[in-house]
């Protein structure tokens, strides 16, 4: 008998333990690759140095832990985290291609739910009187900021044009992308034509400010809540810059683009139609307190170049600061003023419904008879940041093996930069400022 006990192999303690026959007071135990678990983690507070660890409550009850030292929790402990509102290092924006429709800021689906919330809470309750813009009527908070939105873009424009006479800016002949610096980027990114005659490489040379501020247009509307633009009158209605016609609408008066200003709310007879209320008991109109007085844009042989450094660099931080005041008080409009914008082309409408005019040259436009597929708006759509390569702050030019290391920024930003003005914080995410470049191609291709 103490020969078989001899022969027989050694058992550990914890092989001999039975099985748990109690779960009440353990959480199932998951394991998940490259998700985030919300569950709370598994606390053990004996023997919280060991490998293996055996958890034992009530008799009967018995669990064996393989869970390694590193990881084991301790509730009464708690990790500092530190959070930022800027990511550290962020991708590039996405480029669309002219084959897709872009995404809805708001997915149909949750439109539809909100849709039925509203409907759902209005059962049995008395109409409510439609709030301004929707009567007709303006935002008079808003009144202000059209006009700080109309004097920015003035201010921005005219900056620009003087800031370009010192920042060397270069723009391909065949494509649109544009590049700040003294010599165009190497990269072969080319689509215009004969580019595979070129294998893709740029031909640099001139541009103007409406490369770097792109001027989006849409059409005057002399009532916004008058009847949709038809197709035949596309060419009867003038097209101005839409951040001009959104200030027009939001109160901002233009001699040259007269529009229609109600002093009473309209008349609902329908769920489309409407009458405008009688104001002929009205007092004449008062003076308006909210006018400002408005800028004008600069002439050619009027824009005159900054003559020394510091006046180069308080020039760009003027028009950094015209840059975010044009985008805060287009997004403050944008909120209270609808826009459209079409998901095919970059058309834009302001006004509550697009318009009928059936000018889309999109992908596949032949199959919705050229007609526009209106949503809801964007800011970038209505003011297009337009990324451009970020040159580093050794002055050295950009090498074609090392793209993958250099970042990006907006057009008048990265000109403002280089201009002089300090780098804001919410951009430094793309610009990938915190990267180290490698020293060579041999270096570069080293890094994982």
Not at 120 to 139: D, I
């Amino acid at each position: 008998m103490r020969e078989a006990l001899a022969m027989r192999p050694s058992t550990s303690a914890s092989a001999l333990l039975p099985p748990p026959t109690c779960f009440s007071r353990l959480p199932t135990l998951r394991s998940f690759v490259g998700l985030r678990w919300s569950a709370p983690p598994l606390p053990v507070r004996e023997r919280a140095a060991a490998v293996v660890g055996i958890s034992s409550g009530t008799p009967g009850c018995s669990l064996r832990l393989g869970v390694p030292a590193l990881t084991v929790f301790r509730p009464h402990q708690r990790a500092a985290v530190v959070r930022n509102e800027h990511a550290q290092n962020a991708d590039f924006p996405r480029n669309y291609s002219k084959r897709e429709k872009k995404p809805f800021p708001i997915p149909v689906l949750e439109l539809r739910r909100r849709a039925k919330e509203r409907m759902k809470a209005a059962q049995g309750k008395p109409k409510r009187p439609l709030p301004p813009p929707k009567n007709g009527m303006l935002v008079r908070r808003l009144i202000p900021v059209a006009y700080k939105l109309y004097n920015a873009r003035i201010l921005l424009i005219n900056n620009l044009r003087k800031l370009m006479k010192v920042v060397p800016i270069k723009g391909c002949k065949y494509c649109s992308e544009i590049h700040v610096g003294s010599v165009g980027h190497p990269f072969r990114t080319c689509r215009g034509m004969m580019s595979d005659q070129r294998r893709g490489e740029h031909d640099w040379g001139s541009t103007l400010a409406e490369a770097v501020f792109l001027p989006v247009e849409a059409y005057h509307l002399e009532d916004r809540l008058g009847k949709r633009i038809p197709h035949d009158q596309r060419f009867a209605v003038p097209r101005i810059p839409a951040l001009v016609e959104l200030c027009i609408q939001a109160g901002v008066d233009l001699p040259e683009y007269p529009t229609k200003r109600r002093r009473k709310p309209i008349i609902k007879i329908g769920k489309t139609e409407f009458v405008d209320a009688d104001e002929d008991d009205l007092p004449e109109p008062e003076p308006d307190r909210f006018k400002q007085a408005l800028l004008e844009e600069l002439r050619f042989d009027e824009i005159i170049a900054p003559s020394s450094p510091e006046e180069t660099a308080a020039l760009a931080e003027e028009t950094l600061k015209a840059w975010e005041t044009v985008r805060d008080g287009a997004l403050k409009l944008m909120k209270g003023y609808a826009v459209r914008f079409c998901g095919y082309c970059p058309e834009a409408h302001v006004g509550p419904t697009g318009h009928k005019a059936r000018n889309c040259g999109a992908f596949k436009h032949q199959q919705r008879n050229g007609q526009h597929g209106w949503q809801a708006e964007v800011l970038d759509d209505l003011i297009p940041p337009r990324y451009v390569w970020h040159m580093p702050e050794s002055g050295e030019e950009l090498q074609r093996e090392l793209k993958t290391f250099y970042g990006q920024a907006p057009a008048v930003v990265e000109l403002c930069i280089q201009g002089g003005a300090e780098v804001p914080e919410k951009y430094k995410a793309t610009m990938r400022l915190d990267i180290g470049m490698p020293s060579s191609l041999k270096e570069a291709e080293m890094v994982i």
